[in-house]
C-alpha cells in the first residue's frame, strides 16, 4: 500500500485512493481450470479461444432450391425460362455425390454442400417443377419437398456465388474468436462452439463469503419480536455476488459478539478467496468486525469520502498453506451504503480476482430534474431513475446528457428508492448540493 496506515485513518480517503489501495492489494487473477465450452456461460477466459475451423466449414446453400451452373440461367427470365433436368438431391448433413453438368440442376436443402459443378444456387420461389415429359408437375414455387422431380424450369438468372456461403466466410481456422479476459456470453457460446472449440480455458470462479451482523438482524420471514429489523444486506449482497459473476456463501446472521464474528470469519478464510461482512465496521460500543480482522489479518483502511458508505474496512487475512491472502470487506450496516460501497470497491475487486480486464462500470452523463442537498467534503452516489421515451429510451438534451430524476429518499436506509433506481449520478464532493441541470457523471446499474 502506498500509504501508511496512520495516514489513512487520520482522514477521509477518496474514492481513488481506496479503490486503488484494495486493487493494490488483491492478487488476481485466480487459476485456470478447463471447462467444456458448453459450460463457459458468465466464466472469464484466461487465453483466447481461436476457431478450430472455417465456419462455413465448406461451401453450402443459404437456400432451399436448386445447384445450378449460372451459365446455364444467365438469360432466364419469366417469358423464356431456362430448362434444366434434375439429377439428383443433396440434404443438410450429407455430402453430394453427383457433379453438375452444363443443362443439369440438384435439388438443394438449405445448409447442404453445394456439389461439384454448382456456382450458384437458385431459391425454389424461382422454379417450376417439371415430370418426365416435360411438364409442369406441380405450381411454380412451391416448397422443395416431396419426390423429386425430373427437371425444373428457371424463371430468373442466378450469378456466380448467387445464395452461396463460402467456406470460410465467416471465420477462418485459427482466428481469435474471444479474447483473453472476456466474460462469456451466450453469444459467444455459439460462435466458440460452431467454430468447433470443444473446450476453454478460465480462471476459476471467484468465491464470497457474504456475512451480516448484528443483534437486531433476523431473517427475512422470521418473528421480529419488540427491536428486530430483517436481513436485507445478506440477501442484497449475496445476489450483487452472484450479479458480478462469482459464487455466494452465504454464512447468515452473526451476533454483535468478537469471538462469534471471528469464528465465521475464520472458517470463511478456509474457504473463500474473499469475504465481506455487512455492519460493525463504524466506532460505536457494538462495533466489532473491524477488531475481528485485525484478530485474523490486518485492517489496511477504512472511512471513505462517500455518501453513502463512509465506514469502510478492508484488510487481508494470510493463510498458513501458502494459498494467496483472502480480501477482507467491511461495509456498513445501512443497506444503501452497503450497496454503494459493494459497486465502489468489492465488484472490481471481484473482477480482478476473475481475470477481467474492464473493472469499473461506463460512465455516460446526466442532469437532474430535482435538486436534493449532500455532506460537503463526501462524494455523493444519488440514486436516479433515467427518464425514457416510448420505446424505453433515455430521453437525452441536445448535448446527449441523460434526463434524471431521485428515485426516491436519499438516506442510506431507503431500500425502495435503491430498488426503483437504474442509476447512479456521482456529485463531486465540494459540491453543497446536487444542483438541477447540472452535469453529472452516471453509472448505469444493471437493470
Known sequence: MTATRETMTARLLTVEEARAAVLGSVEGPLEVELIETTAGLRRVLARPVHAATDLPPWDNSAMDGYAVRAADVAAASEDAPARLRVVGEVAAGEAPTMRVEAGRAVRIATGAPVPTGAD??????LTTPLDD??????????????????????????????????????????????????ELTPASIAVMAGAGVGSIAVHRRVRVAVLATGDEIRAAGEPLGPAGIPDANGPGLAALVEDAGAEALRLGIARDDLAEVTSRLLAAVAVADVVIVSGGVSVGPYDVVRSAFAAIGSVD???????????FAFGLARRTDGRRPVALFGLPGNPVSS???FELFVR?????LAGRTDLFRPIDRCTLTEGVAKSHGRRAFLRVIAERDGSGSPVRDQAGRVRARLAGG??????????????LAVVPEEAQAAEPGTEYPLWWLDR
Open 133 to 182: 415429359a416435360g411438364r409442369p408437375s406441380g405450381p411454380r414455387g412451391r416448397d422443395a419437398t416431396g419426390p423429386l422431380p425430373a427437371g425444373c424450369l428457371v424463371h430468373a438468372p442466378a450469378g456466380r456465388g448467387a445464395s452461396i456461403r463460402r467456406r470460410g466466410d465467416d471465420l477462418t481456422a485459427g482466428s481469435v474468436l474471444v479474447p483473453a479476459g472476456s
Open 339 to 341: 450497496f454503494v460501497t
Open 120 to 125: 450458384a444456387v437458385v431459391p425454389v420461389e
Open 410 to 423: 436519499q438516506g442510506s436506509h431507503v431500500l425502495s428508492a435503491l430498488a426503483a433506481a437504474d442509476g
Open 301 to 311: 483502511l477504512w472511512r471513505v469520502a462517500v455518501q453513502p458508505g463512509k465506514p
Open 348 to 352: 472490481p475487486a471481484i473482477r480482478r
